[in-house]
């Protein structure tokens, strides 16, 4: 029987409020052993071993969490008695923090992460099912080599591409333009696609010793928007995201405003507020051609990527290259 570590970080599915109710209630309060134990047939399914790494809102996770979430992902993966992870995670940045590890852990057996909308404490509470088929699917050997997926409402998803589309609904995600990768049925995966995205053992980014992620802003245009809160915003940092507009679009004063950072050594890139579609190079929104499209990632996903980047390279055609890949 296969052997599956449980990795903890908190979020809802661990969260407690008014007996019956799903909302007012406090993320992060009891342990996922708990939530395990609901479980009645999980022994069925795989050996289940669980590490509580953090029991926190995801709203209040750090960048040091995630460092250390991606070493804990690693050592664990390299473990020879372990065949597959599975993270529970709030549902608020687990779109986030998939895709980090996605980029960043280095293996190819199934990582799948997953968390709830409803509380542990309320009527027919979602996190022991979707808890349950993530540990089905890390079981599974369809998910070996697939990258971080995430696994919610008898849904699979990519990391690269899922995304909340509903603040209280247990089938929270979708995954815009693409589909799903597949459905879970039971304890039974059915996968129907695979991502041409470069993820997990086929990354260049485990490679990367990180102790510090550069610093990345990100910025929202809307009508009226002063380029001077952008130029403030961006400040202190190494790179910024920019979520424009249609394709990647924002005024006439911020495009002055973007060609005077990009001169200062800051790199831009540019996403869209627009759930589907892509953003690509426009001469127009970027005269002297120096800004990254953020091809279709969102703006919170392409500053993932655009810190894992910085770690590598400063150079603005590997840094394309790289939104290119990924
Ligand atoms: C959180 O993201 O930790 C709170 C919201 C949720 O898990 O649904």
């Known amino acids: 029987m296969k052997k ?10 661990v969260g407690t409020g008014a007996i019956g109710k799903s909302k007012l209630y406090e993320a992060g309060q009891i342990d996922i052993d708990q939530i395990i134990g609901t479980i009645g047939n999980v022994n069925d399914l795989a050996r289940v071993e669980a590490i509580q790494l953090f029991n926190v809102d995801s709203n209040d996770l750090s960048l040091d969490n995630w460092i250390e979430l991606k070493n804990v992902v690693n050592e664990v993966a390299s473990r020879p008695d372990i065949n597959g992870i599975v993270i529970t995670h709030g549902t608020d940045t687990l ?22 909308m409803r509380p542990a404490t309320a009527t027919s509470p979602d996190g022991p099912m979707n808890l349950y088929q993530a540990i089905a699917l890390a079981s599974s050997d369809q998910a070996i080599g697939m990258g971080v997926v995430a696994v919610f409402s008898n849904t699979i998803y990519s990391s690269r591409d899922i995304q909340k589309e509903n603040n209280f609904k247990t089938d929270a ?14 304890e039974k995966p059915y996968l129907f696609s695979k991502t041409y995205k470069r993820h997990t053992y086929t990354s260049e980014f485990p490679r990367l010793r990180l102790d510090k992620l550069p610093k990345v802003g990100i910025s929202y245009f809307y009508v009226g928007a002063p380029a001077d809160d952008l130029v403030k915003i961006a400040q202190n940092k190494d790179g910024m995201v920019i979520v ?15 060609e005077d950072l990009i001169g200062q050594g800051k790199v831009i890139v540019r996403a869209s507020r627009v759930n589907n579609g892509m953003v690509f190079e426009n001469i127009h929104f970027d005269p002297s051609n120096r800004s990254i499209s953020a091809n279709t990632l969102t703006g919170p996903k392409a500053r993932v990527l655009l810190m894992l980047a910085l770690s590598l390279t400063r150079d603005i055609d590997e840094i394309k290259r790289i939104f290119g890949e990924y």
């Not at 980090?100 to 992460?113: A, D, G, Q, R, Y």
């Not at 995600?173 to 039971?186: A, E, P, V």
């Not at 424009?244 to 973007?258: D, F, L, R």
Request: charged residues 15%; contains cysteine.
């Open 95 to 116: 779109d986030e923090t998939a895709f980090f590890l996605n980029l960043v852990c280095e293996t190819s057996k199934p990582v799948v992460i997953t968390g709830a």
């Open 173 to 186: 995600f979708s995954k815009r333009d693409f589909g799903c990768l597949g459905y879970m049925l039971d």
């Open 4 to 13: 599956i570590m449980v990795i903890a970080t908190g979020g809802t599915i």
């Open 244 to 258: 424009g507009s249609g394709t990647g679009n924002y005024s006439k004063e911020w495009i002055v405003a973007i």
